[in-house]
C-alpha cells in the first residue's frame, strides 16, 4: 500500500473499484492508502525489494496488463480452440508479451494479428503469436508456462514478417532502431514499441 499527497481521488467512474484499492489509512486516522496488488519487503537498510504480483497483472512498455485479458481476446479468434500469454524477455532485458495457441486450422500471426487489432488496444496485442501443438500442463492441472519455447528459439525476431529497407531513408531508420534497440535486424513493419522501445529511447531515437 501507498499513502500520501500523490495519492489520487479515486478511479473515474469506478465506486466500486474505487473502493477496493482506496482504503482507510490505519495509522493515520483521516488519511487513505491505495493498495496497489503489489507485493514487497522493507530491507534493514531502508530500500524496498520488489516480489510480485497478487494477481497475474504484468507491466510493459508502462501499461498494466492482465494475461487473462489478452487471452480472452485471442479466443475470440475464429479457429482458435486454446491460448495461453506470457511475458518473455528479449536479449536487450526488454519484457514482451508472447501469446500461443491452438487452432483447429493453421493460422499465420498476421491473421491472428488483424483479428485482435480488431478488439484489444494496441498495446495490449502479443508482440509475438506463437502456433503449437499442445499446451504441457502442471500436476494441478494448470498450463506449464515454462514449458513454452521462447519465440528466438523458433526463429522468432519479432511479431511481424521481416521485411528489408529499400531506400536511403528505411535503411538510415533501421541502423538507427537497431542501434537504439540493441536489434542486429529490423523490419521496415516492426514497431518501434513492439520492440521494447519506451519514452526515453524514443529520445535516443530523435537525437
Partial sequence: CIGGVQLARGYLNKPELTAS???SDPYLPGERLYRTGDQARWLPDGNIAFIGRIDDQVKIRGYRIEPGDVEHGLLRVPGIRAA???VVFEENGAASLAGYFTSEEPLS???VRA???G???AYMVPAYLVEVEGFTLTPNGKVDKDCLPHPS???LVSGVEYVAPVNAVEHALAEVYGEVL???RV???DSFFDLGGDSIKAILLIN
Fill in 21 to 23: 484499492r482506496f482504503i
Fill in 84 to 86: 495461453v500469454v506470457k
Fill in 109 to 111: 500471426p498476421a491473421q
Fill in 115 to 117: 483479428q485482435l487489432s
Fill in 119 to 121: 478488439h484489444l488496444p
Fill in 153 to 155: 528459439e523458433l526463429g
Fill in 182 to 184: 540493441k536489434r542486429e
Fill in 187 to 189: 523490419s521496415v513493419q
